[in-house]
């Protein structure tokens, strides 16, 4: 079993940088690909970003893609987001999730765990 905990939502103006953090609990963290999603009010959730066990593999939503960039320390049990050039429509609750999958899908009903958020707002 998983326990994850996301970090490093704020406040920042358009165009600037955020870096999300995920720390994870568990000795198995090494086997789980990990994801992130995210979700506007009166929007459903939605992918942002995965990253393989290995990390050897990532895929990235296409209205982040060349701006965010995920990595993982398996070390440190942790998953970074970076985010930059953010925009406004960025503006979100942050979730960082979990799955046993080997590769990271887009679906959010693919993952079984699951952290609380952290709110990314940015304005214009």
């Known amino acids: 079993q998983v326990q994850v905990v996301e970090s490093g939502g704020g406040l920042v103006q358009a165009g600037g940088s955020l870096r999300l953090s995920c720390a994870a609990s568990?000795?198995?963290?090494?086997?789980?690909?990990m994801g992130w999603f995210r979700q506007a009010p009166g929007k459903q959730r939605e992918f942002v970003a995965g990253?393989?066990?290995?990390?050897?593999?990532?895929s990235y939503a296409d209205s982040v893609k060349g701006r965010f960039t995920i990595s993982r320390d398996s070390a440190k049990n942790t998953v970074l987001l970076q985010m930059n050039s953010l925009k406004p429509e960025d503006t979100a609750s942050y979730y960082c999730?979990?799955?046993?999958?080997?590769?990271?899908?887009?679906?959010?009903?693919?993952?079984?765990?699951w952290g609380q958020g952290t709110q990314v707002t940015v304005s214009s």
């Open positions: 999730a979990a799955t046993t999958m080997p590769v990271p899908g887009t679906d959010a009903h693919g993952y079984e765990y």
């Open positions: 568990g000795r198995t963290f090494s086997s789980y690909a």
């Open positions: 990253i393989s066990w290995r990390g050897r593999a990532t």
